[in-house]
């Protein structure tokens, strides 16, 4: 067995029963739903011309990853401007939006309240509460080992709510949508064409993939009788909710040190080793992560889980993916 594993998943075992205890003794705000938003009495028409002469974020190196353009049209709201890949008019939705409001209101986790959506242009504007604070990336030299491992311990609690959000059988894999199956944008389809699908049922993505590692296999010269030949996708636990996009830049410290999560734009449904996986390959590279921090890296297994094996296998498989 291996001892790596084994220690993460007793510390994760450990971490998991003192939460229990920790939230039965002290129970997680809930957010607050009658909070009004400075934008509320304002009709679509004065919120798209209040855009013209929003200022707009600076990207700089903690934003410049986000998608689309975002304004901050008034004090306590911003505007993110998000293009699904497959948009097609009046039938599509926007499944940014739609993460959001599902995690305010099944979840404790931090995240910008979704206040309005307009469609417009072949975009989605997606008026949100602003937050306030510094991103992790700023914040994470700073801290103490001792903060450094609560903000590990806070946002393992972050990922447990996101896997109990489990998606039905009949749900397809990918972005929230009621329009069916939609276009997946994820860092595990690699990085020459990072959006794939869509995808009617989770057995297409599992064949996606195991075709994929047919096609590494063979690239590689791998005997036919060799043992990872006979390897599959993981497809054993049902398809939970995902970010995707889990680094320190995606995350924010506020004023009463409270952890908010933003960026949802790669959220969806996917498989519960998505996020290790995700999380590990985003990590690796500074300019993304916003740190190059070992002690962060190292606590990556225990927010997630050591899906170590299932990562291996991506890896073997992931030379395939330059193939469109």
């Known amino acids: 067995m291996d001892t790596k594993w084994l220690f993460y998943v007793s510390l994760g075992a450990i971490a998991d029963a003192l939460d229990l205890i920790l939230t039965y003794v002290k129970p997680d705000r809930r957010p607050q739903r009658n909070i009004p938003s400075d934008i509320d009495h304002l009709s679509d028409d004065a919120l798209l011309d209040l855009l013209g002469a929003a200022p707009q974020l600076i990207p700089s190196e903690d934003t410049s990853h986000l998608c689309g353009d975002i304004r901050r049209p008034t004090p306590h709201t911003v505007v993110k401007r998000c293009q699904d890949l497959d948009l097609d008019g009046c039938n599509a939705d926007a499944t940014e939006a739609n993460v959001l409001n599902l995690l305010f209101a099944e979840t404790t986790i931090p995240v910008p309240r979704v206040r309005r959506v307009i469609a417009l242009g072949g975009y989605?504007?997606?008026?949100?509460?602003?937050?306030?604070?510094?991103?992790?990336?700023?914040?994470?030299?700073?801290?103490?080992?001792?903060?450094?491992?609560?903000?590990?311990?806070?946002?393992?609690?972050?990922?447990?709510?996101?896997?109990?959000?489990?998606?039905?059988?009949?749900?397809?894999?990918?972005?929230?949508?009621?329009?069916?199956?939609?276009?997946?944008?994820?860092?595990?389809?690699?990085?020459?064409?990072?959006?794939?699908?869509?995808?009617?049922?989770?057995?297409?993505?599992?064949?996606?993939?195991?075709?994929?590692?047919?096609?590494?296999?063979?690239?590689?010269?791998?005997?036919?009788?060799?043992?990872?030949?006979?390897?599959?996708?993981?497809?054993?636990?049902?398809?939970?909710?995902?970010?995707?996009?889990?680094?320190?830049?995606?995350?924010?410290?506020?004023?009463?040190?409270?952890?908010?999560?933003?960026?949802?734009?790669?959220?969806?449904?996917?498989?519960v080793w998505f996020e290790y996986t995700t999380m590990q390959f985003q990590n690796k590279m500074e300019h993304i992560s916003g740190t190059n921090d070992l002690f962060w890296k190292q606590l990556i297994p225990f927010i997630c889980g050591p899906y170590f094996k299932q990562e291996r296998w991506w890896k073997r498989m992931s030379g395939s993916l330059y193939f469109l």
């Open 124 to 271: 989605f504007w997606i008026f949100m509460d602003y937050i306030p604070g510094q991103t992790l990336a700023q914040a994470w030299p700073t801290l103490s080992n001792w903060k450094k491992i609560c903000i590990a311990f806070t946002l393992r609690r972050y990922v447990r709510q996101l896997r109990g959000l489990k998606a039905s059988a009949t749900t397809p894999p990918g972005p929230l949508s009621i329009q069916g199956p939609r276009i997946c944008e994820s860092p595990m389809f690699g990085t020459v064409l990072s959006d794939r699908g869509p995808f009617a049922s989770y057995s297409e993505l599992s064949g996606f993939f195991n075709e994929r590692h047919q096609l590494a296999a063979k690239m590689a010269g791998t005997p036919e009788d060799d043992l990872q030949r006979k390897e599959h996708f993981d497809d054993s636990e049902p398809l939970v909710l995902t970010h995707q996009d889990l680094n320190l830049r995606n995350m924010i410290i506020d004023k009463d040190g409270r952890l908010w999560m933003i960026d949802w734009a790669w959220a969806g449904y996917y498989p």
